[in-house]
């Protein structure tokens, strides 16, 4: 018996029941490609929840202490020390304030946000309360509400909801400890950048790999995080030591009027006409580099983007290469296991669809894998012209902005709709003005994705109708439906040929140098005869403009300065209308030559600490050339501008100077007379 089960045992080892053994002509065993397993599922020796939950609950104690830190006297101005406050992350309208800081944060929120979608625990804390592995979706519905919030796997959708106010939170502290200006908060902010960047590292050290998407996935997607979160952890020590050596604030009070006093000056300094042998000699040079700054944005002196410009630009970026990593991680990677698992049995399925590449099966697998790698190679290049198209659409915006507020500064009514422009905030504004970065991050995310279905179509069309099957001499579909169809076109081609050398020729002539139409019978019976094939170029046009109209508003989906709808009704472009209020909010509220008067005048009234005064006829050092200066111009339009300008100009030269220097008072002409018909001597 023990022989017999052997025997059994044999047989039924060398049987195999294989779909690729019921061929006779199938690949021979062992040369088969091996495909990849999945990969495991990693558990880091410290788990997530914890990490996550020790992580929210420095947040919670740094928070804490920042409200403690800056106490509020707005409600209760003369009660203690006033009562503590919550702290602004970010002050959006000043514009002089560290911009690097809220750039890493937003860049960290919207990485962080991304990597939610694969994520099945949002708010991975809540595994601390809640296993997964008590109850799960595959062993028991979730028949009430009690078992659906008790059982946060199986619902994923409003615990992600909740993940979208979370991650915000998280961030705050650390967002705030940079505008509160204190060493105490300095230190808690290099405590919270250290301990979030410490955990990222140390996560993505243990765990590279994930099974979720695509196995680098998660790593790749998390470089813009440990980014920023590296940025932060080096930036607030960096502040922390400044401030125990007593030159954060001075470097501040320098940094405060800096922006304002500067693009004031640039905007009063002298202009330097350039001689036309310069332009004549440098012609080309200048001409190429004016119209590279139409088009693209270099940095001007004198003049700085708003924080928001600067905020969307970097989620702008963040935003391309999230949604560009994904793209391209969810389907490269599957062509190409799908691409090196083609056997000979492909030959068998398409013969059931009635396709016949070749007799050679061998040949049919290089045939398929060959339009597969074209494929691919159709996929990544549609993907690299999007990304490329929106950043040089992101970059021309922003020439755009600097335009558009460098306009309205100047008191400028800007042509953006057919509403009246009035420099007013209302409601409306204010919420647009809130909702503008994030507005402009979805745009971009959309117009990306848009613009790579647009472009794989229109690519994989032109290969596999085209390149394709001329390079091979097979499948040439498209130039055999030419071929059947040529009187169509050949009609078309000559009918609008001969139309318009009709109009150039015949149909208009120029007297006394003016054109003139004539022949105006013929005229009208061609246009009587060609109706009918007119209305099919008509047709064809039409689909072009489709097609044109198409691939204008996918490329400019991301360009909120454009409407996408004519100008009659460009307020109902919702992106448009944003930028309209955005730029109102900031036009009022953040002017650079306001500020640099309203820091004037503050200063004004500011009272500062004199020198002792000495003989009243005695001046201080500096006061006779600060009013030799003011009288001084060097404007050669002025000096021509008659004696009545000269004089204007004197009088308020003086005036500056007086009210500015009182010691010159008693050098004044009147006061010297004066002082002589009293009997004092010259």
Same mark, same amino acid.
């Given at each position: !018996?023990?022989?017999?089960?052997?025997?059994?045992?044999?047989?039924?080892?060398?049987?195999?029941?294989?779909?690729?053994?019921?061929?006779?002509?199938?690949?021979?065993?062992?040369?088969?490609?091996?495909?990849?397993?999945?990969?495991?599922?990693c558990q880091s020796s410290i788990p997530t929840s914890l990490s996550h939950a020790c992580l929210a609950s420095l947040s919670l104690l740094a928070l804490l202490l920042l409200a403690v830190l800056l106490r509020r006297r707005q409600l209760w101005p003369h009660c203690g020390h006033g009562r503590p406050g919550l702290?602004?992350?970010?002050?959006?309208?000043?514009?002089?304030?560290?911009? !690097?800081?809220?750039?890493?944060?937003?860049?960290?929120? +919207?990485?962080?946000?991304?990597? @939610?979608?694969?994520?099945?625990?949002?708010?991975?804390?809540?595994?601390?309360?809640?296993?997964?592995?008590?109850?799960?979706? /595959?062993?028991?519905?979730? &028949?009430?509400?009690?078992?659906?919030?008790?059982?946060?796997?199986?619902?994923?959708?409003?615990?992600? !909801?909740?993940?979208?106010?979370?991650?915000?939170?998280?961030?705050?502290?650390?967002?705030?400890?940079? /505008?509160? =200006?204190?060493?105490?908060?300095? %230190?808690?902010?290099?405590?919270?950048?250290?301990?979030?960047?410490?955990?990222?590292?140390?996560?993505?050290?243990?765990?590279? *790999?994930?099974?979720?998407?695509?196995?680098?996935?998660?790593?790749?997607?998390?470089?813009? #995080?440990?980014?920023?979160?590296?940025?932060?952890?080096?930036?607030?020590?960096?502040?922390?030591?400044?401030?125990?050596?007593?030159?954060?604030?001075?470097?501040?009070?320098?940094?405060?009027?800096?922006?304002?006093?500067?693009? @004031?000056?640039? #905007? &009063?300094?002298?202009?330097?006409?350039?001689?036309?042998?310069?332009?004549?000699?440098?012609? +080309?040079?200048?001409?190429?580099?004016?119209?590279?700054?139409?088009?693209?944005?270099?940095?001007?002196?004198?003049?700085? @983007?708003?924080?928001?410009?600067?905020?969307?630009?970097?989620?702008?970026?963040?935003?391309?290469?999230?949604?560009?990593?994904? @793209?391209?991680?969810?389907?490269?990677?599957?062509?190409?296991?799908?691409?090196?698992?083609?056997?000979?049995?492909?030959?068998?399925?398409?013969?059931?669809?009635?396709?016949?590449?070749?007799?050679? =099966?061998?040949?049919?697998?290089?045939?398929?894998?060959?339009?597969?790698?074209?494929?691919?190679?159709?996929?990544i290049s549609a993907l690299v012209l999007s990304c490329t198209l929106t950043f040089l659409v992101q970059i021309r915006s922003l020439v755009t902005h600097r335009a558009n507020l460098r306009a309205l500064y100047r008191g400028a009514t800007p042509d953006l709709g057919s509403r009246a422009w009035t420099p007013h905030?209302?409601?409306?504004?204010?919420?647009?003005?809130?909702?503008?970065?994030?507005?402009?991050?979805?745009?971009?995310?959309?117009?990306?994705?848009?613009?790579?279905?647009?472009?794989?179509?229109? /690519?994989?069309?032109?290969?596999?109708?085209?390149?394709?099957?001329?390079?091979?001499?097979?499948?040439?579909?498209?130039? =055999?439906? %030419?071929?059947?169809?040529?009187?169509?076109?050949?009609?078309?081609?000559?009918?609008?040929?001969?139309?318009? !050398?009709?109009?150039?020729?015949?149909?208009?002539?120029?007297?006394?140098?003016?054109?003139?139409?004539?022949?105006?019978?013929?005229?009208?019976?061609?246009?009587? &005869?060609?109706?009918?094939?007119?209305?099919?170029?008509?047709?064809?046009?039409?689909?072009?403009?489709?097609?044109?109209?198409?691939?204008?508003?996918?490329?400019?989906?991301?360009?909120?300065?454009?409407?996408?709808?004519?100008?009659?009704?460009?307020?109902?472009?919702?992106?448009?209308?944003?930028?309209?209020?955005?730029?109102?909010?900031?036009?009022?509220?953040?002017?650079?030559?306001?500020?640099?008067?309203?820091?004037?005048?503050?200063?004004?009234?500011?009272?500062?600490p004199r020198p002792p005064a000495g003989p009243q006829d005695s001046l201080r050092p500096g006061e006779e050339e600060e009013g030799m200066q003011l009288l001084q111009t060097k404007d050669p339009a002025a000096k021509r501008a008659g004696p009545k300008a000269s004089h204007s100009r004197a009088r308020w030269g003086?005036?500056?100077? &007086?009210?500015?220097?009182?010691?010159? *008072?008693?050098?004044?002409? *009147?006061?010297?007379?004066?002082?002589?018909?009293?009997?004092?001597?010259?």
């Amino acid at each position: !018996m023990s022989s017999q089960a052997a025997g059994n045992e044999t047989a039924g080892a060398t049987e195999d029941y294989s779909y690729g053994s019921w061929y006779i002509d199938g690949p021979p065993e062992g040369e088969g490609p091996k495909p990849e397993g999945p990969v495991p599922l990693c558990q880091s020796s410290i788990p997530t929840s914890l990490s996550h939950a020790c992580l929210a609950s420095l947040s919670l104690l740094a928070l804490l202490l920042l409200a403690v830190l800056l106490r509020r006297r707005q409600l209760w101005p003369h009660c203690g020390h006033g009562r503590p406050g919550l702290p602004s992350p970010v002050d959006f309208l000043a514009e002089d304030k560290p911009r !690097m800081v809220p750039a890493a944060v937003f860049m960290i929120l +919207f990485s962080s946000l991304c990597l @939610l979608l694969p994520d099945e625990d949002p708010l991975p804390f809540l595994a601390l309360v809640w296993t997964p592995s008590q109850v799960g979706w /595959t062993q028991a519905p979730c &028949l009430s509400l009690t078992f659906m919030y008790s059982c946060p796997s199986c619902l994923p959708g409003p615990w992600k !909801m909740l993940a979208l106010l979370y991650y915000p939170a998280l961030y705050y502290p650390l967002a705030a400890c940079a /505008t509160a =200006r204190h060493g105490a908060a300095y %230190l808690l902010g290099s405590t919270l950048s250290c301990a979030h960047f410490g955990v990222q590292v140390w996560q993505r050290v243990e765990c590279p *790999q994930t099974p979720k998407i695509y196995k680098y996935y998660s790593l790749l997607a998390s470089l813009p #995080l440990l980014l920023g979160l590296g940025f932060l952890s080096l930036w607030y020590p960096v502040q922390l030591v400044r401030s125990f050596s007593h030159k954060a604030g001075a470097g501040f009070e320098v940094l405060q009027s800096s922006y304002s006093e500067e693009y @004031l000056r640039y #905007l &009063l300094r002298r202009q330097k006409l350039e001689s036309s042998s310069h332009t004549s000699k440098h012609g +080309f040079l200048s001409r190429a580099w004016i119209c590279f700054r139409h088009h693209i944005y270099t940095p001007q002196r004198g003049f700085q @983007l708003p924080l928001k410009l600067v905020l969307s630009a970097t989620l702008t970026g963040t935003a391309i290469y999230q949604v560009a990593l994904l @793209l391209l991680v969810g389907v490269v990677p599957t062509i190409q296991k799908v691409r090196a698992g083609i056997t000979t049995d492909v030959s068998y399925l398409l013969a059931g669809f009635g396709i016949a590449l070749s007799e050679d =099966r061998q040949e049919v697998v290089e045939l398929v894998k060959h339009h597969l790698w074209a494929l691919e190679v159709c996929y990544i290049s549609a993907l690299v012209l999007s990304c490329t198209l929106t950043f040089l659409v992101q970059i021309r915006s922003l020439v755009t902005h600097r335009a558009n507020l460098r306009a309205l500064y100047r008191g400028a009514t800007p042509d953006l709709g057919s509403r009246a422009w009035t420099p007013h905030p209302s409601r409306q504004a204010i919420f647009c003005w809130m909702s503008f970065s994030a507005y402009q991050t979805a745009f971009t995310c959309l117009g990306l994705l848009v613009q790579q279905i647009i472009f794989f179509l229109g /690519t994989t069309a032109l290969t596999f109708l085209v390149f394709m099957p001329v390079l091979h001499g097979r499948n040439l579909l498209l130039l =055999r439906a %030419l071929e059947s169809s040529w009187p169509f076109w050949l009609t078309l081609a000559l009918a609008v040929t001969l139309q318009n !050398m009709a109009a150039h020729w015949a149909f208009l002539e120029t007297h006394h140098g003016r054109p003139e139409v004539t022949n105006r019978r013929a005229l009208s019976a061609v246009v009587f &005869l060609l109706f009918p094939i007119n209305v099919l170029v008509g047709t064809m046009v039409a689909a072009w403009r489709v097609l044109l109209s198409a691939l204008h508003n996918a490329i400019h989906l991301s360009q909120m300065d454009l409407s996408l709808l004519p100008p009659r009704a460009a307020t109902f472009d919702p992106g448009y209308y944003t930028y309209r209020n955005f730029l109102k909010i900031e036009v009022s509220q953040s002017h650079p030559a306001v500020t640099a008067f309203c820091t004037l005048l503050l200063r004004g009234w500011t009272p500062q600490p004199r020198p002792p005064a000495g003989p009243q006829d005695s001046l201080r050092p500096g006061e006779e050339e600060e009013g030799m200066q003011l009288l001084q111009t060097k404007d050669p339009a002025a000096k021509r501008a008659g004696p009545k300008a000269s004089h204007s100009r004197a009088r308020w030269g003086l005036a500056y100077t &007086l009210l500015h220097n009182p010691a010159l *008072q008693v050098f004044r002409k *009147q006061a010297l007379s004066g002082a002589w018909a009293n009997g004092a001597q010259p």
